[in-house]
């Protein structure tokens, strides 16, 4: 055998375009802001629809996140993430109420703490109904779409009518905490106090998920699991708890995007997180399965796109996001990250 | 042979409907480089992969280091300290190059003195330690390979065509590198078509056909003896 030459590799320096690609979906969402506001005649409509868009893609975000990785990390199809949305925004109001005395107080500290007391309540019921779902709905199916899709929707009705039972089959009307109520006004526009909360919350969720993802080892357990699960086994880690982890968590952050839905919504039905579903799916897909980035960002997108097509065109709102989706999809087949999986 | 780390017993391992190993005998002495030879298709990737528990033999006993791992999870199997290079290098594609390192390093943090050794062996890892590991040339991507399974000192390495579709100089770096593991008395069992550098590296070679082990023996016997060559493979190794 003969020596081998010297190895000197060398980086060769990116072209703009190659160097702007991947940032192109991030981009989307400010583009799509400049569009808006070309299209809509008046600065303070635009900004008010633009604080209402992102704080609508924010919770959709947060309701979507689990699902994502979920699927990415063990290819499993969850239709009935939905049931999570319900009985978080059920558990989360049934404490508000509760806690009226606090809620109808005109104390920021005191809406806040009984706000915080019913996120932590549907989120530890939310996650420990997604570990019994995970164990006696998903885990008899893995490998099996079809029967995922099936079992996974028959979960779903199962606690649509479970709620139904403890909770009465009328719509439940909901009052805002006080300090929550109403809006402050920037520049002309008013912008509602709740969905600057619920923007603020969003990116919170957004910044622990990603700190969790990049820079501690779990967060790189899952990130490869997404990818390759055979070979993170290999290297020793046990995926399967790594992915009911995931799932709990995942349940957890639908049942707070359950509370932060009906609050944004003031009423809650035992059918809402499946209505919500459709907004889920469309985020999910547009933003690459497995990717939370491309979640983070396709619920944006779809934020905005709901409320500046419904200013502008009612009619076509319910087909907007729809429109978005072929758009996306014909630009980025995969999704727009899309999460290199192992052949 | 005294006391082999890994000792296969009749191993049988289908894939679906397809019977491919059948009845499999193979021991992997301590500290030794055990080839295992034979032509496409004949069961080495799935050997391999039924050590690691990727597939189940549904009949036969593994042990390994004196423990019975047929039934064992992979991470449990990888835990007891098996390395593993896959065929298709498995490799994190949208993870950095550290970060593929660091995730290999299951007990804890990388030891910097044998990270530095792993560098010594593969330089282009350190140029690229930043870069994301699907960025790679294909080469380098075998070398991220290889040094994931290296980073951390395991007891038996399951190495599968680490020269495949490689160019001359790159499958030199690699032979020099698992002769660098196999000097710290690793032990390996090493598929590899490349005769070359199987004659190089192997203590001993067992050569498989229709799914189990036809031949074993020294590599010096095979690689020396021409008619022995064309019985069992089928060619001589030294057309290559």
């Known amino acids: 055998m003969t020596a081998a030459p010297e190895h000197a590799p060398k980086m060769a320096q990116a072209g703009f375009a190659e160097r702007i690609g991947p940032w192109m979906p991030v981009l989307l969402v400010p583009v799509l802001c400049v569009l808006g506001f070309l299209a809509i005649p008046n600065t303070s409509s635009w900004l008010t629809l633009t604080v209402s868009g992102l704080a609508m893609g924010m919770m959709i975000f947060i309701m979507a996140s689990g699902l994502t990785l979920v699927f990415g990390l063990m290819d499993v199809i969850n239709f009935g993430h939905g049931a999570f949305v319900s009985v978080g925004a059920f558990v989360g109001i049934s404490v508000l109420l509760v806690l009226g005395h606090m809620t109808e107080a005109p104390s920021l500290m005191l809406n806040l703490a009984a706000l915080l007391v019913a996120v932590v309540g549907a989120m530890i019921a939310t996650g420990a109904m997604g570990y019994a779902f995970e164990k006696v709905i998903v885990m008899p199916v893995y490998g099996h779409h079809l029967k995922q899709i099936l079992v996974t929707m028959g979960g779903l009705i199962v606690v649509e009518q479970l709620i139904i039972v403890l909770w009465g089959p009328e719509e439940i009307y909901i009052n805002r905490p006080e300090a929550l109520k109403g809006a402050i006004t920037f520049a002309g526009a008013a912008l509602e106090k709740y969905r600057l909360v619920a923007v603020a919350v969003g990116l919170i969720v957004f910044g622990a998920m990603r700190y969790v993802l990049r820079r501690t080892k779990i967060g790189l357990i899952v990130r490869a699991g997404v990818q390759n699960g055979e070979m993170v086994e290999a290297l020793g880690y046990r995926l399967r708890l790594v992915f009911v982890g995931v799932f709990i968590a995942g349940s957890a952050l639908a049942g707070l995007g359950g509370v932060m839905w009906g609050l944004y919504q003031e009423v809650i039905t035992a059918h809402m997180g499946n209505q919500a579903m459709i907004l889920i799916f469309i985020v999910v897909i547009i933003g690459g399965l497995g990717s939370v980035e491309g979640c983070f960002i396709g619920a944006l997108l779809v934020g905005l796109m709901q409320n500046y097509v419904a200013f502008l065109e009612p009619k076509a709102a319910l087909i907007s996001n729809i429109g978005l989706m072929v758009a996306i999809l014909m630009w980025r087949p995969m999704g727009m990250i899309p999460v290199v999986k192992a052949k | ?240």
């Open chain 2, 1 to 240: 042979m005294s006391d082999p780390i890994l000792t296969l017993d009749g191993v049988f391992t289908n894939i679906a409907q397809y019977h491919i190993l059948q009845g499999v005998d193979l021991q992997v002495p301590r500290g030794q480089v055990t080839m295992l030879l034979g032509r496409n298709g004949v069961g080495k990737t799935t050997t391999l992969r039924s050590v690691i528990g990727h597939w189940r033999a549904r009949q036969g006993t593994i042990r390994f280091d004196g423990q019975d791992i047929t039934r064992l999870p992979t991470p449990a199997i990888a835990r007891a300290g098996i390395g593993f290079v896959p065929e298709d290098m498995g490799i994190f594609a949208d993870l950095t190059v550290e970060e593929n390192m660091v995730l290999a390093a299951a007990s804890g943090p990388i030891d910097p003195g044998r990270l530095e050794w792993v560098f010594g062996a593969f330089p282009p890892l350190k140029t690229f330690w930043k870069s994301e590991a699907g960025n790679l040339s294909g080469g380098q991507k075998q070398m991220l390979s290889i040094a994931r399974a290296m980073v951390e000192e395991r007891k038996l390495y399951l190495i599968d065509e680490p020269t495949k579709g490689l160019a001359p100089a790159i499958i030199s770096t690699m032979a020099r590198a698992l002769r660098d593991l196999k000097d710290q008395g690793a032990s390996i069992l090493l598929v590899e078509q490349n005769f070359a550098v199987a004659k190089a590296l192997g203590d001993t070679a067992n050569v498989m056909d229709d799914g189990r082990v036809i031949w074993s023996g020294p590599m010096a016997q095979l690689a020396s003896d021409a008619g022995l060559q064309e019985q069992l493979m089928g060619l001589s190794l030294d057309a290559h």
